[in-house]
């Protein structure tokens, strides 16, 4: 058996972390025996969470609608810009929630050759460079703003009782909310690659993958949302980083893994990027995998069990020693990294290195300590007290199975007050980093 998991690994193309599922198998397998119909009845609630809280189709085509209308709209005002509007994030990968926010980038790559043409003789430093290239998106912004205020069309559709606010964050966004209750973020993309149209493209398939990683990812994100662990501008973590920690514990936390890594599978496909340098030139999100996945031993843990081994991993999980490699899908040394990316961000407290580009999903995270404390809070909820006669059986007559009501609405108790941002930092957002593609077709 020990060899076919190896051959799991190797076939999915990923490096199990195991440390963690063998303390895990120690201290919970007589709970999952004892209450093995309890977390049935669970995992068949949080299916059903997911099942009546996602974004239903109706939603999804006025989003996908309000995308063209926008496309049509600056066009019209401005026919010489060469750009794309690019929906991202979860409301194209399948994750989206009812009434989620829509997550739009401008992409137009035109404006940085502009830039380069503008200053041909001067060598700009990083920093330099990267003010231009702000400046450049700001005015792009504010140009946008103004078709929203000023076009006839377009305007009855803004709810102007909320206004438009210019967020100048890590990531300068429009803020807007549409009449019929789209509340949409605007970024402006000016790098040729999209990593979050890449980042939403992966994640897709991995919902069609395998439906027990969508129903996972709402329940973390709500026990997340309620706890503080998701909570970016206080030194949590964002959704997007959430996604990935699902994804890297189903890839390497998880026994025999759940997820394969899609980039190293199809490498040769021209179907997934592999980084921002090597990717497909266009996305079709309707388009299947170019073959079947390899065929490995079938993990059959319910959801309600992958959900504890994911907070018994990250409780186990050594922040400080290692990180999170997506694009091997293993965890590595951060003091031994070859990378330099990973030795220059020793001052995080977390470091995950993204599936395509350079940036870190976990850099928001300032408050580990806590958010160490309520994944220990959280298992607790699932451990029986000690029963004076130590019978098992007395332990299991006398206490409490948690709900899911009891997992996503943790008590108050459990929130954090997290140090300040250092005061030299930006805000955080809590949306992933953008750099596009040429024009995307969506199917569902």
């Not at 206004?163 to 990531?171: F, M, P, S, T």
Request: glycine share 2%; charged share 25%.
């Amino acid at each position: 058996m020990t060899l076919n998991r190896d051959a799991d690994q190797k076939a999915y193309e990923v490096v199990s972390n195991l440390d963690s599922f063998h303390k895990f198998n120690e201290r919970f397998s007589p709970i999952l025996d004892a209450f093995e119909d309890e977390f049935h009845v669970l995992s068949c609630n949080m299916f059903d969470y997911f099942d009546t809280s996602k974004q239903p189709e109706e939603e999804f085509n006025r989003k996908m609608d309000w995308c063209y209308q926008l496309k049509n709209i600056i066009s019209k005002h401005n026919p010489t810009w060469l750009f794309n509007i690019v929906p991202t994030g979860s409301t194209v990968t399948g994750l989206a929630t009812k009434n989620s926010d829509l997550d739009v980038a401008i992409h137009i790559p035109q404006a940085a050759r502009l830039l380069d043409e503008l200053y041909p003789q001067i060598v700009l430093n990083e920093e330099e460079r990267l003010c231009k290239w702000r400046g450049m998106q700001l005015e792009i912004l504010q140009i946008v703003r103004l078709i929203l205020e000023k076009d006839e069309q377009i305007k009855p559709r803004v709810n102007w009782e909320k206004g438009i606010h210019l967020v100048q964050a890590q990531i300068q966004i429009l803020q807007i909310e549409t009449i019929d209750g789209i509340e949409c973020d605007i970024s402006v993309v000016m790098e040729p690659f999209l990593s979050s149209m890449h980042n939403s493209f992966m994640i897709r398939h991995f919902v069609h993958i395998d439906h027990r990683f969508a129903t996972l990812c709402a329940v973390v994100k709500k026990w997340a949302a309620s706890t503080g662990v998701k909570n970016p501008k206080d030194g949590g973590f964002n959704s997007y980083a959430l996604v990935i920690l699902v994804i890297h514990f189903l890839q390497c936390g998880a026994n025999p893994p759940i997820l394969p890594n899609l980039s190293k599978l199809y490498k040769d496909d021209n179907f997934i990027a592999t980084n921002d340098k090597k990717y497909p030139e266009l996305l079709d999100f309707g388009v299947l995998l170019p073959r079947d996945l390899p065929k490995i031993y079938m993990n059959q843990a319910s959801t309600a069990q992958l959900f504890l081994e994911f907070v018994h991993y990250y409780f186990e999980f050594d922040f400080q020693e290692t990180y999170i490699s997506m694009r091997d899908s293993t965890v590595k040394s951060r003091s031994r990294s070859p990378n330099e990316t990973v030795k220059s961000e020793k001052q995080k407290e977390v470091y995950i290195e993204d599936p395509f580009d350079a940036h870190n999903p976990g850099r928001t995270v300032r408050s580990l300590t806590n958010i160490k404390r309520i994944l220990r809070e959280t298992l607790n909820m699932f451990i029986p007290p000690k029963e004076p006669t130590g019978s098992f059986e007395n332990q299991k007559l006398n206490f409490l199975f948690p709900r899911l009501d009891d997992i996503i609405n943790m008590p108050s108790s459990s929130h954090f007050s997290p140090p300040p941002p250092p005061p030299e930092e930006e805000e955080p957002s809590d949306v992933p980093s953008t750099s596009g593609i040429p024009p995307v077709s969506f199917r569902r």
